[in-house]
């Protein structure tokens, strides 16, 4: 397949600097934002078109990529007359990066298939950074030559991209991704507490166990912000909830209880109703406060 021109429909957080890596990379890109004016904006940033709607900048395109909210923020723009779909050729592939459910992604896959277009879950991890920096971990579900083919592409945005099997296990992937990140925050904010009521200093303490068994991400990156209260930035807790909402749907599926995704849900909705639902999942350790 060609591998020339790309759209990328959604410029938030996440979408606006990886579109602008597919432009630094060469591809002819086009860019549509519900909102104009960050359109406007990434246009005057980047090399590439903005487009009124998905129809138009996807007309043309080898690869349409999409990074918007929830599953219903992803039908609606993909679906409709002015939608991706109805501008997308045979032959061409379809790339979700969107956080959604695995029932999405095969209903995405079989509404392209119709149209005899392929279809790639890939959704993201590795936060704003990740992003900025060209460095996101990328899970995908689909076809091995289709992942194949539109590897290069992920590469211009993404440090690692793994096909983890067929449609809807990209998906499936980023479920346990979240899954191991709330018990890890709900862990770490535990453990800083009591560092802290212990007089250790956060920073010596972090510098120390990274290199140990308990070392993680979340450590690395949030454990001194969390000591000092710094929490507006990240990764939102209503995107959380949306996440762990996704992961506790398909975990009954299989008739599995996960006592603490639930309570970890629970008390991301209490900080939620407290006003902090666009704080960082780190706010975690204010949960007693
Ligand atoms: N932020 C992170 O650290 C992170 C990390 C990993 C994965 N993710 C996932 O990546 C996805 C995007 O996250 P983000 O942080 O980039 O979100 P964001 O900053 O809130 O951006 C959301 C984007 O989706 C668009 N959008 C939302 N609803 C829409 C609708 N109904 N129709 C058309 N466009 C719509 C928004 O357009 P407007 O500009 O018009 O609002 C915006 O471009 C989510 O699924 C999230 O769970 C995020």
Redesign the pocket.
């Known amino acids: 397949m060609n591998l020339e021109k790309v759209a990328f429909i ?6 606006y600097p990886m579109a602008g890596h597919v432009s630094n990379a060469g591809y002819s890109t086009k860019v549509y ?3 104009e004016s ?1 359109g406007r904006e990434w246009e005057s940033q980047y090399k590439g078109e903005y487009c009124h709607t998905p129809k138009l900048a996807s007309e043309e395109a080898d690869v349409v990529a999409i ?4 599953d219903d ?1 992803v039908r ?2 993909v679906y409709g007359e002015n939608g991706v779909l109805a501008g997308m050729q045979a032959g061409s592939v379809m790339i979700d ?3 959604t459910s695995a029932e999405l992604a095969e209903e995405l896959a079989a509404a392209c298939a119709e149209k005899g277009i392929h279809f790639i879950d890939a ?3 590795g ?2 950074a990740g992003a900025q920096n060209g460095a996101l971990t990328v899970m995908c579900g689909g076809e091995h030559d289709i992942f194949e083919a539109v590897s290069p592409l992920l590469d211009s945005y993404a440090k690692q991209a793994t096909l983890l099997g067929g449609h809807g296990q990209g998906q499936r992937c980023k479920m346990v991704n979240q899954i191991c990140i709330a018990g890890v925050l709900k862990g770490l904010s535990e453990a800083i507490v009591l560092a802290q009521k212990s007089k250790l200093d956060i920073e010596q303490v972090v510098g120390v166990l990274k290199h140990g068994a308990a070392g993680s991400w979340q450590m690395e990156n949030r454990a001194v912000t969390m000591s000092q209260d710094k929490f507006d930035f ?2 939102a807790i209503d ?1 959380m909830r ?2 762990l909402g996704i992961c506790l749907d398909e975990a009954k599926k299989h008739n599995l209880d996960m006592p603490l995704t639930k309570e970890v849900d629970r008390e991301y909705q209490a900080l939620q109703e407290r006003g902090l639902g666009r704080m960082d999942t780190s706010v975690l350790i204010k949960i007693k406060d």
């Open positions: 959604g410029l938030g957080v996440m979408g934002n519900r909102t960050k990074c918007v909210g929830n923020d609606s723009v990066h969107t956080t959704p993201v991890s936060g704003q990240g990764f995107w949306k996440d």
